[in-house]
T-cell receptor
Framework: NAGVMQNPRHLVRRRGQEARLRCSPMKGHSHVYWYRQLPEEGLKFMVYLQKENIIDESGMPKERFSAEFPKEGPSILRIQQVVRGDSAAYFC?????????????????FGQGTRLTVV | GNSVTQMEGPVTLSEEAFLTINCTYTATGYPSLFWYVQYPGEGLQLLLKATKADDKGSNKGFEATYRKETTSFHLEKGSVQVSDSAVYFCALRDTGGSYIPTFGRGTSLIVHP
């Protein structure tokens, strides 16, 4: 059973370009969470998605950032017109259960992250 | 809302020393508590968990006990190794709300030979 797969592992973009980060959850998992990790700041929640639905995007910046989890294919975190401050490690986690499904006692499984560098 | 507070690092120890990393939490419901470990350049891996008060999670010599009265879940290990050097994250998932995993800021552990 493959784990959570993220790609690319490393991504370099020039200021103003778009960054697309992909996450394939573990088999059988339909709940995906995106986090951003900055040095000395720990993990910051960004967005929670189920298939074809955004459940909670309270941690997403209002502009330039968007996320989707289509019926088929991986979840995508898109950052438009990147700036140097977007440089960070972005992690995806998946879970078999979510709100209302008894998720509270199950762990989330993490991918190895995408390290975005904006030059 | 929910939150997790961890002691600041880095924690620097000699090999075979005793380790404690403090973690306290705030939750609106009845959370499950987790410790994750992150090695350099890698993602987070679950180290141990506890799902109710007084439960003890353990793995690879690490232990943590769910203390509801003090809202704490401190991580301990009796004798650390150089290979334990990593960043450790305390986390919770609550029974209320959207069950989004909430993490502390992480504590870096450095173990010297």
């Amino acid at each position: 059973n493959a784990g959570v797969m993220q790609n690319p592992r490393h991504l370099v973009r020039r200021r103003g370009q778009e960054a697309r980060l992909r996450c394939s959850p573990m088999k059988g998992h339909s709940h995906v969470y995106w986090y951003r990790q900055l040095p000395e700041e720990g993990l910051k929640f960004m967005v929670y998605l189920q298939k074809e639905n955004i459940i909670d995007e309270s941690g997403m910046p209002k502009e330039r950032f968007s996320a989707e989890f289509p019926k088929e294919g991986p979840s995508i975190l898109r950052i438009q017109q990147v700036v140097r401050g977007d440089s960070a490690a972005y992690f995806c986690a998946s879970s078999p259960k979510g709100g209302g499904g008894g998720a509270w006692n199950t762990e989330a499984f993490f991918g190895q992250g995408t390290r975005l560098t904006v030059v | 809302g929910n939150s997790v507070t961890q002691m600041e690092g880095p924690v620097t120890l000699s090999e075979e020393a005793f380790l404690t990393i403090n973690c306290t939490y705030t939750a609106t419901g009845y959370p499950s508590l987790f410790w994750y470990v992150q090695y350099p350049g890698e993602g987070l891996q679950l180290l141990l968990k506890a799902t109710k008060a007084d439960d003890k999670g353990s793995n690879k010599g690490f232990e943590a006990t769910y203390r509801k009265e003090t809202t704490s879940f401190h991580l301990e290990k009796g004798s650390v190794q150089v290979s334990d050097s990593a960043v450790y994250f305390c986390a919770l998932r609550d029974t209320g709300g959207s069950y989004i995993p909430t993490f502390g800021r992480g504590t870096s552990l450095i173990v010297h030979p």
